[in-house]
């Protein structure tokens, strides 16, 4: 991790000096174990608090969003894979990109980890896969492959599917991954068991949208759940309320959803939102042999019409 | 005022003999993790955990809350007439509050109870409430309460202090609510154990080591820290979400809403957060607070120094630090506050 940091300054001291681009967009070291904060640099010297380790898991696609300027921005595989969604949905242009791949193992899981130890953890480091954690009466080390976010353990995009420069060599991609055993388990549940499985999901969440804000894919200018004129859902904590923003979140991102598992890292309440969106991301998988973000040349399923879409659905 | 030991046996037994006078309120674990809720029958309270992740605020000012009701049913005599909705004021015991959440109480009270404006919704369920805190010997790192004129100790807010002392509570009646709790709990033994509180305390407030400088925020300008150049370096990151002023003790805004099913409805209000662009729209449709950093400067501003400068009893937080550890993308108030204070003093 360390040869990555030294060459993603490297790479961005040399777009700044060369003025290829007007600011890059990084992470930065956090105040807290486990966390790194999304920043810009826009000049050299804001470079030196750029960081990368296990702990860059929010996706850095969602910055782009609308900007104007030239950026330089450092993109692990998820993230390029939704810089690609934002170019195809006309969110950012591929000429106003310089992109930083980085080869990724895969970020680590905050709250998997919290949730191991009985007390606060104090400081948390990492060296060759291992990590080692720290607090009040412990000291302990930790496979990295063991505490993966979910989603990066079952990823198989770990590079970058496009990219201007690229921080290292290669890493493998993981093969023979069974990515949808949590999604075939719901859907072989009875109609009863699989509302009781949402509702117990849904039974804590508090609704400050920090999923879809996450979500490089929520960019609507203004989203259906904050819609007034006409105001489709009820703002309350009322189930029904609660159920609509999420089972509608997961349709407006299906085709377009990357599973960079951002949504799930940002909720404050623990809840696993991507047990929706995985749905709808293994269906466009297998009715038409998509994966979203991997080319710019692609238009994505729901968005074009092909005679041979499947339509066995339609009775 | 006098100082009860509770014999950690008794414990359960006490508050038994309150439940027919009380409502129970306290820290549970709700699916991953704790929330103050209604006690059921023999259910106890996790007074010994440290906080929960949502603050103690909605047993006064739930998330959500009725208000009123209507019918528009013209067959019924009262049809179009807006009605009170009948609120439950029986006395409630709020177990297991934290010093910096009690004082948060405080802080709010200022915005529900004043001269000129009282919530009745809020007062009444803050009336009805006898709190009963937890003084902390053990705090998180992201614990501030001693620099914002709160500390693990702190009684304001409270109606009984509890100390924890091993096998035993001490408990330190503040008020009249808090000793009529007491004893009809029948924890009566008394303890002469005061001068053990005083240097717990000062134990406990030594383990504090994060904290934050305000001294330089009421003397400045409003509108050079609002142009100060760090806003744009700290609201880049933001996500706007809702979580910081949700998880927040102090944080008092409020929707209303009006919800009509079939021929029944309601008018209730839900919390609200200056972090959606929602909060400021206008029916024009333009939006004063249209971006991003207009966004978090208004957190930061007025939490920091528009609450500071109008009701001059210190920063609107407790130091509880739930937005810090929250935060998705570690936006912290700490590292904010600092910046915005160092600037008041240098500029
Ligand atoms: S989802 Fe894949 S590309 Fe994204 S962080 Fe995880 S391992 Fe890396
Ligand atoms: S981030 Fe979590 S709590 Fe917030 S709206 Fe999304 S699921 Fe609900
Ligand atoms: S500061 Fe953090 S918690 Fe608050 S709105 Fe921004 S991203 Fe959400
Ligand atoms: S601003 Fe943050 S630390 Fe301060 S009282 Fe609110 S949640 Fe707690």
Redesign the pocket.
Known sequence: MLEYINKIKEISTKLLEEKKVDMIVGFRKGSLPMMNEPCFAKNTEDIQSFVWDSNCGINLANYLTNRKEKIGIVAKGCDSRNIVTHIIENKINRDQLTIIGVPCKGMIDRKMISDMFDSEITEVTENNGKITVKGNGFDKTLEKTEVLQENCAICIHRNPVIYDELVAKEVEEQKDVDRYEDVRNIEAMSPEDKWKTFDDLLKTCIRCY?CR?ACPLCYCPTCFVDEAKPQWVGKSQDPTDTRTFHFLRAFHCAGRCTDCGACVRACPMGINVRAFTKKLEKDCFELFNWEAGLSIEERPPLDTFKPGDPDEFIK | MKVIKIDKTKWAEGLNKLRSDYQLIGPVKKDKYHDFQMLGKDQLPDVELLNTRMSPKSVVFPQSEVMLEYSLDETKEDHHIIKEVEKDASPRAVFGIRPCDAKALMLVKLNFDTSDYKDPYWIKAFEASTFIGMACDDPASTCFCTSTGCGPYNEEGLDVLMIDVGDHYLAKGITEKGEKLLKTAGWEDTSDDASLIESKKGEAEAKITSKVATENLKDKAILDLYEAPFWEDTAF?????????YVCPTCWCFDIQDETHGKKGIRMRNWDSC?FPLFTLHTTGHNPRETQIHR?RQ?FMHKLKYFTDKYEKGIMCVGCGR?VR????N?DIRTVCDKMNNYAASS
């Not at chain 2, 990151?237 to 002023?245: A, M, P, V």
Request: net charge positive; with cysteine; proline share 5%.
């Open positions: 920090a804000n | 990151s933001c996500l706007n979400c809702g979580t910081c002023t972090m978090v957190r937005c929250l935060c998705p993308v936006i």
